[in-house]
């Protein structure tokens, strides 16, 4: 069974920063998976932040993120990051790793097969 665990969140001033990490536990080897990073805010809908292929090559960005938040995966450690600088009180919400078994980056929710529990991520004014 593939189990994803997020870490990280926290509660950070504006303009400040944080990273997560999605580490996959037990027998699960994250490289053969497409990883992303999806957020949740109270009363929306889930929704695309960051995306990266199996070997890193490629990554894709939510254009509300793109230029502050940057993805990355350690497939030695089982682990993805993703560093959020600049946070904006807007950047308020769960957030979600996931995994794919398409191989190359993918931004819909539809697309991904294994999900983390969520990490909570909160930036006041």
């Not at 350690?74 to 682990?79: A, F, I, S």
């Not at 560093?83 to 191989?103: F, H, I, W």
């Amino acid at each position: 069974q593939v189990q994803l665990v997020e870490s990280g969140g926290g509660l950070v001033q504006a303009g400040g920063f944080l990273r997560l990490s999605c580490a996959a536990s037990g027998r699960t080897f994250i490289s053969r998976f497409a990883m992303g990073w999806f957020r949740q805010a109270p009363g929306k809908e889930r929704e695309f932040v960051a995306a990266i292929s199996w070997n890193g090559g490629t990554t894709y960005y939510a254009d509300s993120v793109k230029g502050r938040f940057t993805i990355s995966r350690d497939n030695g450690k089982n682990t993805v990051y993703l560093q959020m600088n600049s946070l904006k009180p807007e950047d308020t919400a769960v957030y979600y790793c996931a995994g794919s078994v398409y191989r190359q980056a993918v931004i819909t929710t539809s697309d991904y097969d294994y999900w983390g529990q969520g990490t909570q991520v909160t930036v006041s004014s």
